[in-house]
């Protein structure tokens, strides 16, 4: 991979906008239940969701609606962090962001009280924007989200798991959230329909894009770099794009033989990296990037026309960084 521009050189154009939903995040944070969870907001998050918000409402009038995209990005950092404490609970993840998981530090059941308590609170500032329509589709993608969980759940320790099912996961799970930043931050705005649909498009395409490139930095990187706990989704038996890859390379004995350690729920982490080596061997996360590669492809189509698309420098910046970054 090349090397991929700063993510806060990318988002130069928001800056200002998002230190304003900092602040109203750390603002929302003097609550003492709410407190638990600051190093996990405040503490080296990419901010890359609500930048998205803020980014899409520059192709409507950002500056009649100003208050109304700093909710909305507020409340949807709110919601990614309810699912990152949720998720790290099902991974039994131990890293997130180089800190130690909510559940890690203070226990399984406050982790689930304060993911709940996070999803409430975004609820009740969406509300406070006052368009129903925003609220309806928060929550319409919250329970697409919430089905993309379920639907890896059931495909764990599954070694036929189809590419076909693994996008779906991708699409559900993380895809439909960034596909909803760019459609409501330029819907909130009062952007132009076909605008609001090419920035939507653009959503999709990148997510998919950014969770692939994420699966194979979880079998190529390193915790310190990536800062959070790898190879956590194998051991859990959940087969990434790369692995559906290895295992179409080989026939079905062959397949049965390498991922035995999975299917039985006996893979240790020697063995997890000794099949992620494989893996790279085989050239299997390379046609996985090539796949991400050809969401990237889309997502650079949905703005190649820039009529009613404002930063489309960014945005075009952002689909390269998907598939170039190390973290």
Known sequence: MMKATPLTEILKPVQRDLERVT???????????????????????????????????????????????????????????????????????????????????????????MGDYLYASAFSILAGIGDAYVTTHMAQVCQQMSRGEFLEVD?????????????????????SLIAACC????????????????LTDFGWNFGMAFQIVDDCLDLTGEERTVGKTLRSDLE??????????LAASLNRQEREQLFAPIRTRRADRAFLSQLAGRA???????????SAESFVREA????AIQDGIASVESYRRLARYAVERTQ
């Open 155 to 175: 495909s764990r320790f599954n070694v036929h798991l189809t590419e076909g099912k693994y996008l779906q996961i991708v699409r559900n799970k993380t895809a």
């Open 236 to 245: 859990k038996g959940l087969l990434s794009l790369p692995m559906i890859y």
């Open 23 to 113: 602040d109203r995040l750390m603002a929302y944070l003097r609550n003492p239940v709410a407190r638990l969870a600051a190093y996990l907001i405040t503490g080296g998050g990419k901010r890359l969701r609500p930048a998205l918000v803020l980014l899409a409402g520059r192709s409507g009038d950002a500056r009649a609606h100003q208050r109304q995209l700093l909710e909305l990005a507020t409340a949807i950092e709110l919601v990614h962090t309810a699912t990152l404490i949720h998720d790290d609970i099902i991974d039994e993840s131990l890293l997130r962001r180089r800190q130690p998981t909510f559940h890690t530090r203070f226990g399984t059941e406050r982790a689930v009280l």
């Open 280 to 290: 790279r061997r085989a050239g299997a996360v390379t046609q996985a990037i090539k």
């Open 300 to 303: 650079h189509e949905a703005v």
């Open 183 to 198: 459609h409501l931050g330029a819907h909130v705005a009062g952007a132009a329909p076909q605008t609001v649909k090419r």
